[in-house]
């Protein structure tokens, strides 16, 4: 994969939200791991692809259609707004955004480290010791995998 650009509610790089199984497997070849996983309700079905190399977890929903639903990445090369997002601390990623014109966040924190929650763009910062660790980001797909507008 070339394009490691973040785009939220877009998807990332090549992959564009709404990407079919398919075409994922066309385009980036077998997964190392896949996962059937338990749906968040009882209509729908997901699915964990795990590229290793790329330091990325595909998430795919649907039963009619099984489509890329989020992504989780631990990527140090990838980019947000142009910025190499893995390089940034909580306060510079808060900058980025901000600089981008997105303000609201949310913060959480527990024993696992702290996050960074940006609701309006589905996505989310993780930290440990300050560290950011995975950016995961995602749009919601209904059983016929069609991408559902909030």
């Given at each position: 994969?070339?394009?490691?650009?973040?785009?939220?509610l877009e998807g990332y790089g090549e992959l564009p939200f709404g990407m079919?199984?398919?075409?994922?497997?066309?385009y980036l070849g077998k997964p190392d791991y896949q996962e059937e996983l338990l749906p968040?309700?009882?209509?729908?079905?997901?699915?964990s692809f795990d590229y290793e190399v790329l330091c990325m977890k595909i998430y795919?929903?649907?039963?009619?259609n099984t489509v890329i639903s989020s992504f989780?990445?631990?990527?140090?090369?990838?980019?947000?707004?142009?910025?190499k997002?893995?390089?940034l601390d909580k306060i510079g990623i808060k900058e980025l955004m901000r600089e981008n014109n997105i303000v609201e966040c949310c913060e959480e924190c527990d024993e696992n480290g702290d996050c960074l929650i940006y609701d309006d763009l589905r996505l989310d910062f993780y930290f440990e010791s300050g560290k950011l660790v995975e950016i995961?980001?995602?749009v919601s797909v209904d059983a016929q995998g069609n991408i559902e507008t909030v």
């Open positions: 994969m070339k394009d490691l650009t973040i785009k939220p079919s199984l398919d075409d994922v497997i066309k968040l309700d009882d209509y729908n079905r997901l699915i795919l929903e649907g039963v009619t989780s990445i631990c990527n140090e090369e990838a980019l947000l707004y142009g910025e997002v893995f390089e995961v980001w995602g």
